[in-house]
Every structure is written in structure tokens, then in C-alpha cells.
């Protein structure tokens, strides 16, 4: 009751002070107005507790000699841990006893574990989606007395996204001792950012680089095309038909856009919901310049009749996925040619003249590599009869699943006069594929009219 303490100016925190190795601290002891203190020595000892050897910590004055200044440097260097300064002198009933200090490295990496969702982080940086957060954690070593000490996480200058396009929960610059900070990167924007967590300016982290990336890989780039084996490249349309390997083999190529942090960045291809055996992808991973190839080669495979989806992995965090297809083999092994309930195979579907009958594609599996792709039904026009579609339909169309009933269209026979009864066949356009041929026979014996609409010429 008769003294102050005081370290760098400021009373000794109920938890104790923290020093950082190789930065002294002054401790004064000020005794208040007519305080006998005031005329005697005082002598500072020191205690270490945890982690410590004696030698760690120093004092100028020295610790264990009376001093009439009543300050002191205090120093800690080498290791981290736990120490208690203690204040005695004449006059003194009980000493003063500081609360234990807290002796830590200028470098936090020697204190503690940086994660980010519990993953280490990369040293180029860690990856994060728009508008999506992830929480960065520091996990005190076993050996550091860290814990308990209130620390700050702060936007560090150096990325191209300025700290207002940036969400953290705490807050940058918020004092916590709970370690972890929620970081969200813009909704609509890529970029890079820096981060750092600190105690005061005396120690920190090292710089933790963010990337922002869009879980929409179309966003970060300027091209993407396939050259199939023996071809010419094409667009690539990842949100809508993703990729499509025809030939048995395909160059992929993507060309970011200049301003992408996915420019620079080791990635690779991953198949959702399991390994895919029909595709073979070289090389696995690739860093991403201005002009990436991928080479995609078929394999004989099952798989290859099955639907598969593929995503970027950008470092730790997926891009969505988009759908993958391998058309190996015939159409026969992936497609039936269904009518009247009756898959057809290879034998011809019998028509009347001037009856219409429903005919369909219909993939093999729910899975199948045909669910979701574009095609076509043609008119028929040979000598001495029409097939038509009814209703006309000049455009591509789904092919819908199996439970859906694949790709369905109404066809009537027109005899044109002259026909001898031959087979003829309908095409189906597969896009980007061979098409699909079926086999149509007229049936000689009957004819009718089923009154969908007048027959002429």
C-alpha cells in the first residue's frame, strides 16, 4: 500500500507482464509520499518457474544488490517460460511479489502452431474461396506459456486486395486470447492478401499470404478449350456440358486471366465421389502459366460407360465440380432405342404409313454417360417416303435419365409414292459425336391415318 510498480510505465497486468527474449523492460518501484521506502535500498530478486534456466533472465542493476534507484532493466534471451520478480527491502513487512511474468520469442512461430481450418498452412500461402470463411488458429506448443496472452491479428500490406474487401471475426487489430479468427474474402472478387498475428510490435507470426479464388473456376480464367487426338481445340463450357472427351485421347488447355491468383499456383484435377479408372490425367499436378496443356487419355475401363464429376484443387480448397464424360466404344454400349416399351437393339422399329409411334434413346444406367448430353432427331426424306417429326423440332434436346425416359419423339411414315420398302434409317445427332443411326422398316401389309394431321404431298 505504500509503493507503486510499474513496468514501461504502466501497472503490472493482474496476469502478469509479458517480456519478449532480447527486449529489456524497466521496472520502478515508486513509493508514495511519505513512504519510509522512499529512503531505503531495495532488492530485486528473481525466481524462474517454468521452462527457464537462471541465466535466462538478467537484471541492471543486478538482481540480489540493494539499489537506491529503485529501477530496474529487466531482460529475458534464449528460451520461453514462467518467472516471478520479487521486491525487498528495509522497512518492508512483506515483500512485494509481481504477479509471474511470462517470457516469450520476438518469433510467435516458436510459441505456436499457425492452422487454418486445422490444416497447416502451405508456405506459399493458404487458399480461400469468395465470400466463404475459414478460421485461422494458432495452437500453443506444449513448452510455451503463451497462453492467456492477448494478441492481434492485423492486415499486413503486400496483396491486391485492400482491407476493406476483407471480413475477420474478431476483428483485425482486436486484442483475444481465444486464438482463433474467422477470415471472409470478397463475394465477387479474386485477389491476394496479407495477414499477421502479433503482440504488440515486438513480436509476431510470419506473414500468412492469403489467395482468393473463385469456387467457379470459369471466373479465374481467359480460355479453356480441348483438342481431341487429330483435332482442333474447342470452347469448353465447364457450367454447362463440362468436359467431353471423344477420342481416346484430348489436350485440355487453360489460359488464366492476368489478374488470377490462380496464375503461378501448383493444382491438380480431383474426381468427386471416388477415382474415375476410365481416365488417365498427366501430370497429376501442374503449375498454372500463362498457357497450361493437360493431357487426358481413355482407358479401357467400365467406368468409362458412367457420368463422373471433376474438380480444380487450387491447394486445399475444390473448385465445384463440373461433369466429365468419356464416350469409348460404340453408342450401342451406352444407349437403347426404345419403342412401344421394347428396347429395339439392333432390329429395326416397324412403321405404318400414316401412323405415328413414339420413339426414344434411353441411356443404360440412371449414371450413364449419355444423361445430360444434346441431341437430335432427323427427318427422313428418301425416295417414295418421308419420315417426319411430330411436332417439327429443328434443335437439340436432353437426354434425360432412364427414370425420365431419355430423349423421346413422336415419327409418322408418308408414302411419297415409288417406295419399295427398303430399310432407311433415321440419324440421331449426338453433339460433338458420331450420329446415332436407327434402323426403320415400313410395314407392307397395312396403312392408316391417325388423324394427327392432313397428309399431303
Known amino acids: 500500500e505504500e509503493v507503486d510498480v510499474e513496468i514501461d510505465g504502466a501497472p503490472v497486468p493482474e ?251 501448383v493444382v491438380s484435377f480431383k474426381w468427386v465421389q471416388g477415382a474415375n479408372p476410365s481416365v488417365a490425367i498427366t501430370p497429376t499436378e501442374f503449375k498454372v502459366v500463362d498457357s497450361t496443356a493437360v493431357e487426358f487419355v481413355g482407358l479401357d475401363n467400365p467406368a468409362a460407360q458412367k457420368k463422373h464429376l471433376l474438380s480444380l484443387d487450387y491447394g486445399g480448397q475444390v473448385s465445384e465440380p463440373w461433369e466429365f464424360r468419356y464416350f469409348r466404344g460404340p453408342h450401342s454400349a451406352g444407349l437403347k432405342i426404345m419403342s412401344g416399351g421394347v428396347d429395339h437393339g439392333a432390329f429395326p422399329i416397324l412403321l405404318k404409313f400414316n401412323v405415328s409411334k413414339e420413339i426414344s434413346i434411353v441411356p443404360k444406367a440412371e449414371d450413364g454417360v449419355f444423361v445430360g448430353w444434346k441431341c437430335k432427331f432427323v427427318d427422313v426424306k428418301e425416295p417414295g417416303v418421308d419420315i417426319e417429326l411430330l411436332p417439327p423440332l429443328d434443335e437439340f434436346m436432353n437426354i434425360e435419365s432412364p427414370g425420365s425416359g431419355g430423349a423421346k419423339r413422336t415419327i409418322r411414315a408418308r408414302d411419297t409414292e415409288g417406295f419399295d420398302y427398303r430399310r432407311v434409317y433415321m440419324e440421331v445427332l449426338l453433339k460433338g459425336l458420331e450420329p446415332l443411326r436407327i434402323p426403320i422398316e415400313i410395314d407392307q401389309l397395312e396403312s392408316g391415318n391417325d388423324g394427327l394431321s392432313p397428309l399431303a404431298d
Request: charged content about 20%.
Open 15 to 265: 496476469a502478469g507482464n509479458v517480456f519478449i527474449r532480447g527486449i529489456g523492460q524497466k521496472l520502478i518501484l515508486k513509493p508514495k509520499p511519505d513512504s519510509p521506502l522512499g529512503d531505503h535500498p531495495v532488492t530485486l530478486t528473481c525466481c524462474v518457474k517454468t521452462g527457464l534456466d537462471p541465466a535466462n533472465v538478467t537484471s541492471s542493476p543486478k538482481f540480489n544488490e540493494p539499489q537506491d534507484a529503485h529501477n530496474w532493466t529487466v531482460t529475458g534471451a534464449t528460451k520461453s517460460g514462467t518467472f516471478e520478480l520479487v521486491l525487498t527491502g528495509q522497512d518492508m513487512a512483506t515483500p512485494i511479489i509481481l504477479a509471474t511474468s511470462k517470457l516469450l520469442s520476438n518469433d510467435l512461430a516458436d510459441e505456436v502452431d499457425m492452422t487454418v481450418d486445422d490444416d497447416s498452412v502451405p508456405l506459399e500461402g493458404a487458399v480461400f474461396l469468395r465470400g466463404q470463411g475459414r478460421t485461422l488458429s494458432l495452437k500453443p506448443k506444449s513448452s510455451s506459456p503463451i497462453d492467456g496472452v492477448q494478441l492481434q491479428l492485423r492486415y499486413v500490406a503486400g496483396g491486391n486486395l485492400p482491407e476493406t474487401d476483407l471480413k475477420s471475426q474478431p476483428g483485425f487489430r482486436s486484442p483475444t486470447a481465444d486464438y482463433n479468427w474467422e477470415i471472409t474474402g470478397p463475394d465477387s472478387k479474386s485477389g491476394t492478401f496479407n495477414v499477421e498475428v502479433a503482440y504488440g510490435e515486438q513480436a509476431k507470426t510470419a506473414v500468412m499470404k492469403g489467395f482468393v479464388l473463385s469456387k467457379n473456376l470459369e471466373d479465374e480464367l481467359a480460355e479453356i478449350s480441348i483438342t481431341p487426338a487429330g483435332g482442333s481445340a474447342t470452347p469448353v463450357d465447364l457450367e454447362g456440358e463440362g468436359i467431353a472427351l471423344s477420342k481416346d485421347s484430348a489436350r485440355l488447355t487453360i489460359r488464366p486471366l492476368a489478374t488470377s491468383p490462380l496464375k503461378g499456383r
